[in-house]
């Protein structure tokens, strides 16, 4: 099944849920999608632009 979307992140954050199971998601999105997938540590800090 081929997916279209009008808007594609410039990244994306998985922030939720246990660490084995945000690798999975964060490999499966990478894969699917062929998009930049972070999944920060705890204390991480990062600058965005609205």
């Known amino acids: 099944m081929k997916q279209?979307?009008?808007n594609i992140?410039?990244?994306v954050y998985l922030i939720h849920g246990e660490p084995s199971a945000?690798?999975?998601f964060r490999?499966?999105?990478?894969?699917t999608?062929?998009?930049n997938v972070v999944v920060?540590?705890?204390t991480s800090v990062e600058k965005i632009r609205i």
């Not at 490999?27 to 894969?31: F, G, L, P």
Request: hydrophobic fraction near 40%.
């Open 9 to 11: 992140a410039e990244k």
């Open 22 to 24: 945000l690798n999975a």
């Open 33 to 35: 999608y062929q998009w």
């Open 4 to 6: 279209y979307f009008k």
């Open 27 to 31: 490999v499966k999105i990478e894969d």
């Open 40 to 42: 920060p540590k705890l």
